[in-house]
């Protein structure tokens, strides 16, 4: 297909496309004359992980391009892939005021305490577990942090949470649809899971609150 096609395939623009190839974003397409390139599906399927790591990772051209080099380099691994892919994307929390502080500490013990539980292997460099103690010590700074029980009630939440989106990912075929699928899953699942989880509340708020009025 010709650039016009493949923008109107991929609903990105032919300008947006050019700049994708000059920046090396999207490989080059099979050139049929000085002035014209024919694509074909892999390049259908790059845009669409470019416009996911761009329009739903909200990610700069700069944490685009690690993202990619990952995706095709076959020395990396499915699982540091997946990890490149959706550390790009994770928030580490502004870490507030008090890093060195007691809230801080307690924060450090809790998530210590549930990782523990939990039986979780992770690695020290994974920004979600700075994101998790800047919400666990705001918590704590707020007196509203939770008991053990429930600290266990989310954490085997996340885990099923998490045990679903590795099932979509070992659904996909090819490396670039694993990343493209974990992406996606990550930032709109965390999206979709935050509006059930209301839902949820809603509905045991009316039983535990509203029996027999």
Not at 151 to 173: I, N, Y
Not at 184 to 192: E, F, N, S
Request: aromatic fraction near 4%; hydrophobic fraction near 45%; glycine fraction near 10%.
């Amino acid at each position: 297909m010709r650039v016009s096609e493949l923008s109107r395939a991929s609903g990105v623009p032919v300008a947006t496309i050019k700049y994708y190839l000059r920046e090396e974003l999207l490989h080059r397409g099979e050139t049929t004359s000085p002035n014209q390139a024919r694509y074909d599906t892999s390049h259908l399927q790059r845009l669409r992980l470019i416009r996911a790591l761009v329009e739903v990772g909200g990610l700069p051209i700069a944490g685009v391009k690690d993202v990619l080099a990952a995706v095709d380099d076959p020395d990396v691994g499915v699982h540091a892939m997946l990890g490149r892919t959706v550390y790009a994307v994770t928030g580490a929390g502004d870490g507030g005021d008090d890093d060195a502080g007691e809230f801080a500490d307690r924060a450090a013990k809790d998530l210590d305490a549930i990782l523990a539980r939990a039986g979780w292997q992770v690695s020290d460099r994974a920004p979600a577990l700075d994101g998790a103690r800047t919400v666990l010590a705001r918590l704590h700074e707020l007196g509203q942090c939770p008991g053990e029980d429930t600290l266990t009630l989310w954490a085997e939440a996340a885990d099923r949470a998490a045990e679903g989106d590795m099932l979509a990912v070992g659904r996909s075929a090819g490396r670039a649809d694993v990343a493209e699928t974990a992406l996606v899953g990550t930032v709109l699942g965390d999206a979709l899971i935050a509006a059930l989880r209301r839902i949820a509340q809603e509905s045991h708020s009316a039983r535990r609150f509203t029996a027999g009025s």
